[in-house]
């Protein structure tokens, strides 16, 4: 399966976010963490993701008579690349956004199902607004924000520190407006 069907999938995607930030967690452990997936998927997708290139085993242990395998995600990963993405079909960037929307709406719903969820002391957020921006100014905001970002994933866990699912999205809401001005209505 190539990178880009491997990742595709929210089940999959959501074990990707799971193992984040060095995490190392047993099949057992993921399935606790998604207990809205069947077990037997979570294995499936585990068994996928490892054989995809994305999961590596950082250990074994006997446990009642099975091998018990922890999993962490590889550091040299496949990753969906510039051309990759270039490649993919209008159908494939649908696939893609459906995905990542079905990983926030599960993963804010495991959040908020959590005993003491707070969303206004835990700092949640889900504004959207909109932004009028040449392709030059669209340029310098994502370079800046990238230099911002870098730090913050750079971040490894720590007391005091819990994850964070950041979740960026960006696409023109609009055709390019013929003249100056806004966009009118059709």
Request: hydrophobic residues 40%; glycine residues 8%; without cysteine.
């Amino acid at each position: 399966m190539d990178t880009v069907n491997l990742l595709l999938h929210p089940v999959r995607l959501r074990i990707v976010h799971a193992l984040s930030s060095g995490r190392v967690l047993t099949t057992g452990q993921l399935s606790a963490h998604l207990p809205d997936v069947p077990k037997v998927s979570v294995y499936r997708q585990v068994a996928l993701l490892a054989e995809g290139g994305f999961l590596e085993v950082a250990g074994e242990q006997q446990v009642r008579g099975t091998v018990e395998r922890r999993f962490r995600l590889r550091q040299h990963r496949p990753a969906i690349t510039a051309e990759a993405a270039a490649a993919m079909t209008t159908d494939d960037h649908r696939r893609g956004f459906a995905a990542a929307m079905a990983v926030l709406i599960a993963e804010f719903h495991a959040y908020l199902d959590r005993d003491g969820a707070d969303p206004v002391a835990d700092g949640v957020s889900y504004r959207q607004g909109t932004l009028w921006l040449s392709p030059g100014e669209l340029a310098e905001l994502s370079g800046r924000l990238l230099e911002v970002l870098r730090e913050a994933f750079a971040h490894e866990p720590a007391p005091g520190r819990r994850p964070y699912l950041l979740s960026p999205i960006l696409f023109p809401t609009a055709p390019p407006p013929d003249g100056s001005g806004p966009v009118s209505p059709a």
